[in-house]
């Protein structure tokens, strides 16, 4: 399976980026997918998921300012970042798999974007 992230950038405060990552080479009927990031000397942690029956879930940090979706025609995965705040500054990683348990801890990762918000 190949995962391939594209939209990070560097931004200020307050301001908006939309993630996408394409997913191809799976087989599955069903295929699991969330974002994920990592900061600088932090552990990664998952920012927001969509299981394999299209359920969404979303980490409280970025409720609110966070939407994640997927068109599964296009078989792609977004991440709308609205009022992105500097502490959202972090290379974040799309994520696949084919059950939700496993999702974020073994399966498929992309290579990342890097998002970086100043002040």
């Known amino acids: 399976v190949h995962l391939v992230e594209s939209g990070g950038d560097s931004v200020q405060a307050g301001e908006s980026l939309r993630l996408s990552c394409v997913a191809s080479?799976?087989?599955?009927?069903?295929?699991?997918m969330g974002w994920f990031r990592q900061a600088p000397g932090k552990m990664h942690e998952g920012v927001a998921t969509?299981?394999?029956?299209?359920?969404?879930s979303v980490a409280d940090s970025v409720k609110g300012r966070f939407t994640i979706s997927k068109d599964n025609a296009k078989n792609t995965l977004y991440l709308q970042m609205d009022d992105l705040k500097p502490e959202d500054t972090a290379m974040y990683y799309c994520?696949?798999?084919?059950?939700?348990?496993?999702?974020?801890?073994?399966?498929?990762w992309g290579q990342g974007t890097q998002v970086t918000v100043s002040t």
């Open positions: 969509v299981d394999c029956d299209d359920l969404t």
């Open positions: 080479g799976y087989t599955q009927s069903q295929y699991c």
């Open positions: 994520a696949g798999a084919p059950t939700a348990t496993q999702l974020g801890r073994v399966g498929d």
